[in-house]
């Protein structure tokens, strides 16, 4: 198990840990960590990975394990590797995960500022997208992004809190994804709450206040299928 220090604070960018396995692809499997695991539609952390004896490697992606709550630093090619036992300090490229963490919360407000069911979605470096089941409508970007600024505008708390999966059973109008599903295993669901705005679960990395998101763009809408329509944000800078 690797403890996930980054779904209590998603603004710790270092820590140490020590390593408790290494994979023959060059990951490296820590008991704790501040880096992400790809998962969500949310890319991985990057970042930094120094030895005790001052070897520092750089760690290009981060994905999860075989086991539940096993979380894989993956070291770049041809770099050395720790050995099991070793003391370790880690540090995540920032600016890029803030930018994610701005991001992944500007997708959730834009289903509550669209709320219709969400099919599909993606969270990336200064853009996201979401795709809804929505039938043949005329959706307005200029409309969508006003509505969308305006909610960001508004400095809305962002805060967590878990519920058990029995919960979740009892309230499936939490779910707002057709096609991820919130996971499971641990007996307890996170939740991400936008202050009188939006509830969902979500195990990825949120800001504390909307407006730290910024203004955005819906940069486009395009037809995926014939009920699917895709939603494509970027930050307006």
């Known amino acids: 198990m690797t403890i996930a220090l980054f779904r209590d604070d998603s603004y710790q960018t270092a820590c140490t840990a020590t390593v408790t396995a290494v994979t ?3 990951g490296i499997i820590l008991d704790q960590t501040v880096f992400y695991p790809t998962g969500g539609g949310q890319p991985g952390d990057t970042g930094t990975m120094v030895f005790s004896n001052g070897t520092s490697v750089q760690i290009v992606t981060t994905v999860k394990g075989d086991h539940p709550d096993e979380i894989v630093h993956v070291a770049a090619e041809n770099t050395p590797l720790p050995a099991v036992g070793d003391q370790v300090t880690l540090e995540i490229d920032w600016d890029k995960r803030y930018r994610l963490m701005r991001m992944h919360s500007c997708l959730h407000l834009l289903t509550a500022a669209m709320p219709y069911p969400v099919t599909g979605g993606q ?3 200064g853009k996201g ?15 969508i992004t006003e509505r969308l600024n305006a909610l960001i505008a508004q400095d809305l708390t962002v805060t967590s809190d878990w ?57 486009k809408i395009e037809k995926k299928g014939r009920q699917n329509r895709r939603v494509s944000l970027i930050f307006d800078e």
């Open 129 to 143: 997208r979401l795709d809804f089941d929505l039938p043949e409508a005329t959706l307005d970007k200029a409309e």
């Open 24 to 26: 023959e692809k060059n």
């Open 163 to 219: 519920i058990s999966e029995e919960e979740l059973d009892a309230k499936p109008e939490l779910v707002k994804t057709m096609s991820v599903k919130p996971p499971r295993g641990n007996g307890e669901i996170r939740l991400i709450k936008i202050q009188e705005t939006d509830l969902q679960p979500c195990g990825g990395t949120h800001i504390r206040k909307t407006s730290e998101i910024g203004p955005v763009l819906v940069r």
């Open 123 to 125: 969270v990336s470096d």
